[in-house]
Nanobody, 127 residues
């Protein structure tokens, strides 16, 4: 398994940008598809984005498509989420996640089971 630690959350005005980072420990990081999920107060945790082991395949929730970009750097054992044009509905705790899947077509439905979760980082968008 990999251990995951997120960073980069904070308070931002609507229309602004944030970049989340997730640092992984473990020698097998490059064998895990990586993803970001979020959970808003009173709501269930939801899928945001995922990236394949090579970084070629990505998928996004419809609510963030065109605004968020997921990327990874296997040499640095890291995955990132660039978030642009943020709005109040993006306010949530964001979690980094890993699943043992080596296919290039990574989707929300294939991101299971989640093998590792990070502790989460708060993103608050003020309107």
């Amino acid at each position: 398994q990999v251990q995951l630690v997120e960073s980069g959350g904070g308070l931002v005005q609507a229309g602004g940008s944030l970049r989340l980072s997730c640092a992984a420990s473990g020698r097998t990081f490059s064998a895990y598809a990586m993803g970001w999920f979020r959970q808003a107060p009173g709501k269930e945790r939801e899928f945001v984005a995922a990236i394949s082991v090579s970084g070629v395949g990505t998928s996004y929730a419809d609510s963030v498509k065109g605004r968020f970009t997921i990327s990874r750097d296997n040499a640095k054992n890291s995955v990132y989420l660039q978030m642009n044009s943020l709005n109040a509905e993006d306010t949530a705790v964001y979690y980094c996640a890993a699943t043992w899947y080596q296919g290039s077509l990574i989707t929300a439905s294939r991101f299971r089971p989640v093998d590792s979760w990070g502790q989460g980082t708060q993103v608050t968008v003020s309107s």
